[in-house]
């Protein structure tokens, strides 16, 4: 394969192959639709859900903002938070027995459970909302940066105690580095999560966001509008989750996960 | 591969270049690097207490290159780890220089097996990585980085990252990163086990003439007798755990007549069979 070839057939991969695959699900959808004669008000029909979201384009938009400050909030909280927790943890025996129970106890409480607590206690504005994200993206940032920081080969530290390096200079030079691939992937997950505390956040108690809208079309019985809320939410969240993507390749170009995708794949 | 051309850029020349004597020694021992007495390691381990090492007395002088062979899991690398310090001896001690060892011991530079480089960091900010984390100033060490790096034959790959790089060339990263500030003393912990034959042998030469020119104490380890042969002047061989140090054998030759060539003459191979004929007797290796 020639390279410009190359080059085209990874631009059809980027950005072709989602698309026909965006198409099907949405043609999928159609059938669904007029096959099975399902009430408008229990599925809207695609077309109908697009055209109400253009129609609504402004106050979707409008709604959009706040949503994704909580989100985005929330997120660098959790990392803010998670990521000194784990150095910690994984620095101090005695600070690893005294958290790592808590941490993972605290994953057995329902975090969305919480909503409803949280707007008691810090009212109807941004900040339920972005405690809410924030406790739920918490854990994989955590777990994920303890795994990366122990994960190394225990000869660098043998290398790296025979140059008389301090521990600080320790994990800012080596461990947290080496360990920014899986900090990445939690990354990734704690995003995910965060997109859906703050929604959640939203649609307990709020008075603006796309998930206080996606209550109020909800009460209205506006399917199409909720559907056009969700497909929304959808680019908002690849929006957001690729940002991470895109920062994880510009930081790390050596991670083993950006220059072996090509081998573990099967070749046509 | 252009190697080495110029003379010592560093360290003094003397010793072990213009040192050689009329019996064919390089260099003259002059001072005591190294002193083992007494030393002995146990590991508790589930099935009970291990001895890994026990009654090691070496003395290594400055300047020498001291190789230590045996089987695998014998203990030599244990052996190396006490020396740096990097593990605790159970009884005995270990005494660099004029100080006792206890805890990690930083006036030296380590070589394992892999070249653990960093792979956020270019060639020369590998190199540098040694300096930086001992809290100098990197930018001192710069032009001598780079001179080390053009001596092992990676002049021009100072901004390529190991990833680009071949496992000899890494290897060779590594041993600038373990000399960049010029101490007294190189480990080495079987530093090219993990590379093919011939990258090897060359491998072998470029560090003897670096070595020689240098001056550097080192010690070295490895499972190849003819490795071993080659680089040293003195191979230490251990016995199967629990780890003794069994003989202590001078190897003679001349650093300048340390060649290629050297490994197909009847001396080196007298050497060797020295040591193949140890490893029979205490039953490491066996015809049946």
């Known amino acids: 394969m020639s390279a410009q070839n190359r080059r085209r057939h990874a631009v059809i991969a980027a950005w072709g192959y989602p698309t026909v695959a965006f198409i099907g699900f949405l043609l999928l959808w159609q059938l669904v639709v007029m096959v099975t004669q399902v009430k408008r008000f229990v599925l809207p029909p695609p077309l109908q859900v697009l055209e109400r979201g253009f129609a609504l384009a402004d106050l979707l938009l409008a709604q959009t903002p706040p949503t994704v400050l909580a989100i985005v909030l929330g997120f660098a909280g959790a990392v803010l938070i998670g990521i000194p927790l784990a150095v910690l943890m994984v620095a101090s025996r005695p600070l690893e027995d005294c958290f790592y129970p808590l941490i993972v106890g605290s994953q057995g409480v329902p975090k969305v459970a919480l909503a409803p607590v949280l707007v008691v206690w810090f009212g109807f504005g941004i900040l339920p909302k972005v405690i809410l994200a924030m406790l739920i993206a918490f854990f994989p940032v955590v777990i994920n940066t303890a795994v990366g920081l122990r994960s190394i080969d225990p000869n660098y530290l043998h290398l790296v105690r025979s140059m008389g390096a301090p521990a600080w200079r320790t994990y800012t030079r080596l461990l947290l580095p080496s360990a920014l691939p899986q900090i990445f992937a939690g990354f990734k997950v704690a995003m995910a999560l965060a997109i859906v505390g703050g929604i959640v956040g939203e649609m307990v108690g709020a008075n603006s966001g796309l998930g206080y809208l996606l209550v109020v079309a909800n009460g209205n019985l506006d399917m199409a509008l909720v559907f056009a809320i969700l497909v929304w939410l959808v680019f908002v969240s690849l929006v957001l989750v690729g940002i991470i993507d895109i920062a994880e390749r510009l930081s790390i170009p050596w991670s083993r996960d950006t220059r072996s995708r090509h081998l573990v794949q099967v070749q046509s | ?288």
């Not at chain 2, 001992?134 to 390529?160: I, N």
């Not at chain 2, 061989?237 to 003459?265: H, K, N, W, Y």
């Open chain 2, 1 to 288: 591969m252009a190697f080495l051309t110029q003379l010592s850029v560093h360290a003094s020349a003397e010793g072990r270049v213009g040192g050689a004597t009329e019996n064919g020694a390089r260099y003259q021992p002059r001072t005591e690097m190294i002193r083992i007495e007494n030393l002995g390691k146990t590991f508790t381990t589930a099935d009970g207490v291990v001895t890994a090492l026990e009654n090691i007395d070496v003395t290594i002088e400055e300047g020498e290159f001291v190789s230590i062979v045996g089987p695998s899991g014998c203990g030599k690398s244990t052996l190396l780890m006490c020396i740096a310090g990097l593990i605790e001896a159970s009884v005995g001690s270990v005494m660099v220089g004029s100080q006792r060892v206890s805890g990690p011991f930083t006036e030296l530079g380590i070589v394992f097996q892999e070249a653990l480089l960093l792979d956020w960091r270019s060639v020369l900010g590998n190199v540098l990585f040694q300096i930086e984390m001992r809290g100098l100033d990197p930018k001192a060490y710069e032009s001598r980085a780079r001179e080390l790096l053009d001596r092992v034959g990676l002049g021009g790959f100072e901004g390529k990252k190991p990833w680009e790089l071949s496992g000899g060339m890494r290897q060779r990263v590594a041993i600038c990163r373990a000399l960049i500030h010029d101490p007294p003393l190189l480990l080495m912990d079987e530093p090219f086990g993990a590379l093919d034959t011939l990258t090897r042998e060359q491998m072998n030469v470029d560090l003897q003439r670096l070595c020689a020119q240098t001056g550097k104490t080192a010690l070295f380890i490895t499972h190849s007798i003819s490795e071993a042969v080659f680089l040293s002047d003195r191979v230490l061989v251990m016995t199967p755990r629990p780890g003794r140090i069994i003989a202590d054998l001078p190897i003679a030759f001349a650093a300048e007549t340390r060649r290629l060539s050297i490994r197909t003459t009847v001396e080196f191979a007298e050497q060797e069979k020295k040591i193949y004929s140890i490893f029979r007797s205490i039953g490491v290796l066996r015809d049946e």
